[in-house]
């Protein structure tokens, strides 16, 4: 099914595109959330009148992409969260916390636009690229540090964690202990007896 885009789809066009998708896709998510329209001879020459204005559309909405860029290019982030020895945290730092830390400096940013390969988990600062606009990336840095400035004692690595076999071992040998003190006590209460 061919339609005409009313709006950047991510993935499939641009404002103006005549694209070709599957029947099921246009029905179901493109025309009805309005982003697109039919490629039908009355829509193809309206879009011609509309490329002027979709233009126009285009150059106010990378002008404004590009002011936020700018003022997102100078911020700086800081999250604190636990971390173990080495520098490795407890959990990891999203795309969704990098959204709430910019939220909270006045900056309304789509979590999908944060671009970020994997979560980050450790201690250190990163570049955070951000898709602002259709061909408008920014950079920020985010610094992640321990939570209260201090590294746990525990860690999240085998090495220097006691290892779960070990951990085992120690508590069947406890309990062990602990049935051969019961034990002689019994013994004990029934030889007083």
Do not use: C, W
């Amino acid at each position: 099914m061919e339609l005409i885009l009313r709006e950047d789809v991510p993935g499939l066009g641009i404002i103006g595109d005549v694209v070709k998708v599957k029947p099921g896709y246009a029905r179901n998510y493109l025309l009805p959330r309005g982003l697109a329209v039919p490629a039908d001879r009355r829509n193809l020459k309206q879009l011609e009148h509309h490329k002027r204005v979709i233009a126009a559309k285009k150059a106010r909405e990378r002008g404004s992409h590009e002011e936020l860029a700018r003022q997102l290019g100078v911020v700086a982030l800081a999250i604190e969260a636990r971390a173990g020895k080495g520098g490795k945290l407890f959990g990891s730092v999203t795309n969704i916390d990098i959204q709430r830390l910019l939220l909270e400096k006045g900056f309304e940013v789509d979590r999908r636009r944060i671009e970020l390969r994997d979560p980050i988990k450790e201690i250190g600062e990163f570049q955070i690229s951000i898709r602002v606009g259709q061909d408008v990336t920014t950079k920020v840095v985010l610094a992640v540090s321990p939570l209260g400035g201090a590294l746990e004692e525990t860690s999240t690595e085998g090495e220097e964690a006691e290892p779960a076999e070990e951990r085992r071992g120690r508590r069947r040998r406890a309990a062990a202990e602990e049935e051969e003190t019961e034990g002689a006590e019994r013994s004990a209460t029934k030889s007083e007896d």
